[in-house]
């Protein structure tokens, strides 16, 4: 089985500031990784595909990006729209999610 | 609008069985995979289940294969989850999930809303 480590599981952050979340994959995904937002009682929100193509609708301070097995989600600014906790998800064999990091306000 | 919609969730005692729909409208359901995607409170989320657009490809993880069976009516525009010899541990939210680009192994771009199925002795 494939197993996603994301770090930190918790960070506090202010509007405007720079938000960077990683998540590493235990064995090669190629680029088969995913990107979710989820609030609270909410279901998950595809926000970024494939390592680094925005979903339709996904505002553009999102990004992500990849270095081997180690995988990044970028917040250019943080919004207050934004705290919230991000999961990442590996495809390349089954799914297979990350434990989440939770975004909060500082 | 592109829409989906859990029901068949609620209180069961272990060992007991339960049967979740998942109702797709606002797209061509029958051209698509679905998923079964749970989290249990406080937890990450755990992919359950995959069927393939016609049904003829179907994954379970293992924590719930031999007693879930999923299955779908594409006539019907709807979704299926048959669990069997419930246990504590499955206690959980149950999202349905579609696959992004319809088939093969794709991030999930729509997701329902959610039932919640609690499993209590």
């Known amino acids: 089985d494939i197993q996603m480590t994301q770090s930190p599981s918790a960070l506090s952050a202010s509007v405007g500031d720079r938000v960077t979340i990683t998540c590493r994959a235990s064995?090669?995904?190629?680029?088969?990784l995913a990107w979710y937002q989820q609030k609270p009682g909410k279901a998950p929100k595809l926000l970024i595909y494939?390592?680094?193509s925005l979903e339709s609708g996904v505002p553009s301070r999102f990004s992500g990006s990849r270095s081997g097995t180690e995988f990044t989600l970028t917040i250019s600014s943080l919004q207050p729209d934004d705290f919230a906790t991000y999961y990442c998800?590996?495809?390349?064999?089954?799914?297979?999610f990350g434990q989440g990091t939770k975004v909060e306000f500082k | 609008e592109v829409q989906l919609v859990e029901s068949g969730g609620g209180l069961v005692q272990p060992g007991g069985s339960l049967r979740l729909s998942c109702a797709a409208s606002?797209?061509?359901?029958?051209?698509?995979?679905m998923n079964w995607v749970r989290q249990a409170p406080g937890k990450r989320l755990e992919w359950v289940s995959y069927?393939?657009?016609?049904?003829?490809?179907?994954y379970y993880a293992d924590s719930v294969k031999g007693r879930f069976t999923i299955s779908r009516d594409n006539a019907k525009n709807s979704l299926y989850l048959q669990m069997n010899s419930l246990r504590a541990e499955d206690t959980a939210v149950y999202y349905c999930?579609?696959?992004?680009w319809g088939s093969g192994v794709d991030a999930f771009d729509i997701w329902g809303q959610g039932t919640m199925v609690t499993v209590f002795s």
């Open positions: 064995q090669s995904i190629s680029s088969w």
């Open positions: 069927i393939s657009s016609s049904s003829s490809t179907i």
């Open positions: 494939q390592t680094s």
């Open positions: 999930a579609r696959a992004q």
């Open positions: 998800q590996q495809y390349n064999r089954l799914w297979t």
């Open positions: 606002g797209f061509t359901f029958s051209s698509y995979s």
